[in-house]
Nanobody, 123 residues
């Protein structure tokens, strides 16, 4: 059984930093992609950052490029999202996701999800 557990969210002032973690368990060796999505109140879930676990290639939404960095520690089976220069518009619930398929980075391309962690950026 696959399990993804996020942590590291919280309240931070604009310009500050946070690091999110996603502890993974289960058939992690079969995963092709992992990613971070976010969802603000009243909005659709959107892609923030992704990583191809086979090649190590990383991908970012334009809104976070240059400020966020996704990484994975294979020994710890943990995915990270380092978020710097945070803005109030980054306020969302952040979700970790994984997929065994070599598809894209839309929410519908991922079949395993964590429960989410709240990030709030005050102005």
């Amino acid at each position: 059984q696959v399990q993804l557990v996020e942590s590291g969210g919280g309240l931070v002032q604009a310009g500050g930093s946070l690091r999110l973690s996603c502890a993974a368990s289960g058939r992690t060796f079969s995963w092709f992609h992992m990613a971070w999505f976010r969802q603000a109140p009243g909005k659709e879930r959107e892609f923030a950052a992704g990583i191809n676990l086979r090649s190590g290639s990383t991908y970012y939404a334009d809104s976070v490029k240059g400020r966020f960095a996704i990484s994975r520690d294979n020994a710890k089976n943990t995915l990270y999202l380092q978020m710097n220069s945070l803005k109030p518009e980054d306020t969302s619930v952040y979700y970790c996701a994984a997929s065994v398929y070599s598809g894209g980075y839309s929410a519908g391309d991922f079949e395993s999800w964590g429960q989410g962690t709240q990030v709030t950026v005050s102005s």
